[in-house]
């Protein structure tokens, strides 16, 4: 059975600035020589491994709201150069966006069942044209 992940996207304010990002660290990899797979780094590795990388994701929460995710394809484990130990998210690069769902500021990552992630969203005309501020406060009132 499929487990998730939820952490907080630091630098990044929405979805279309992570596919940015996410698309500028990949060129980099792929002008250096070197494999062309997103990854974010984490000090925690999960024990839960197995569950995570069957069909699980990685949920971000931007601007307190839950709204995209990523396909987690990979947990891998490594000690960095100062001798700690820490894990790479080897994560699908495309950015699912996900009906926006309200989230307290937490530290690091934290389980997410299947039950409590957010579904993906389905854009009907003219859904995209709500301002941010109006899609979180209905997103707070549970209307999106």
């Not at 487990?3 to 980099?28: A, Q, T």
């Not at 929460?61 to 995710?69: E, I, L």
């Amino acid at each position: 059975m499929a487990l998730n992940l939820i952490k907080l996207c630091v630098g990044c304010d929405s979805p279309e600035e992570l596919e940015e990002s996410v698309s500028r660290r990949l060129d980099v990899r792929r002008r250096r020589g070197e494999p062309a797979e997103q990854f974010h780094t984490t000090r925690m590795i999960p024990r839960r491994i197995e569950e995570l990388c069957d069909g699980g994701s990685l949920y971000w929460v931007m601007k307190g709201m839950v709204q995209c995710r990523q396909t987690l394809l990979e947990v891998r484990p490594f000690t960095d150069g100062e001798g700690v130990s820490r894990c790479h998210l080897i994560l699908e690069p495309k950015i699912v966006l996900t009906e926006w769902q309200p989230r307290r500021p937490f530290q690091g990552w934290r389980y997410l069942t299947v039950e409590d992630a957010p579904p993906d969203r389905s854009v009907f005309e003219g859904e995209d044209d709500l301002p941010d501020h109006m899609r979180r406060e209905l997103a707070e009132l549970g209307l999106l």
